[in-house]
T-cell receptor
């Protein structure tokens, strides 16, 4: 059974304090790993897709990386508006998206 | 802007009283999905439609049904809501490649269902 574990569950940072979120996965044949951002009371907003180990994607202060067992979402010099829950999801031969529980990020000014 | 719209944003119903949640899309995607998300939990897939072809997850309770009358609209029917069905219900869409993992799913902002 496909499994996704995200850590930490919650993370508090000061504005400008860089850090990384972790997504560990076990799947039967990874087809894609997806990162989403979810604000309170909203639906997940797509950020990145990664398909193979070694791949990296960047968008503003966010950078996602992928290995054969895990993905990291690096946040460089975060701002308060980066506060949200970040969800990781994997897509395998099961043809469905399996989500982790997310990391709730709070960036204090 | 092309988007996924869910109505209503908040729904309150009574224990055992049927309720319908709706989703519409302007993305013209073949696939529509319904997820259930409880507080601080991962979204959990209930079922999806590829065009008119309905696919139910094995552990989705019989209490949950869905209809897709056309490409743009999809409905989630909960026949006899119990207290455990209180959650955020998320609708998502993707092209066919989304079923294969080659394209992301695009989500609406959800309907928060409360059961009295």
């Amino acid at each position: 059974e496909d499994q996704v574990t995200q850590s930490p569950e919650a993370l508090r940072l000061q504005e400008g304090e860089s850090s990384s979120l972790n997504c560990s996965y076990t799947v039967s044949g990874l087809r894609g790993l997806f990162w989403y951002r979810q604000d309170p009371g909203k639906g997940p907003e797509f950020l990145f897709t990664l398909y193979s180990a070694g791949e990296e994607k960047e968008k503003e202060r966010l950078k996602a990386t992928l290995t054969k067992k895990e993905s990291f979402l690096h946040i460089t010099a975060p701002k308060p508006e980066d506060s949200a829950t970040y969800l990781c999801a994997v897509h395998s031969r099961s043809e469905k998206l399996v989500f982790g529980k997310g990391t709730k990020l709070t960036v204090n000014p | 802007d092309a988007m996924v719209i869910q109505n209503p944003r908040y729904q309150v119903t009574q224990f055992g009283k049927p309720v319908t949640l709706s989703c519409s899309q302007t993305l013209n995607h073949n696939v529509m999905y319904w997820y259930q998300q409880k507080s601080s939990q991962a979204p959990k897939l209930l079922f999806h439609y590829y065009d008119k072809d309905f696919n139910n997850e094995a552990d989705t309770p019989d209490n949950f049904q869905s209809r897709r009358p056309n490409t743009s609209f999809c409905f989630l029917d909960i026949r006899s809501p119990g207290l455990g069905d209180a959650a955020m219900y998320l609708c998502a869409t993707s092209p066919l490649e989304g079923l294969l993992g080659n394209q992301p799913q695009h989500f609406g902002d959800g309907t928060r269902l409360s059961i009295l």
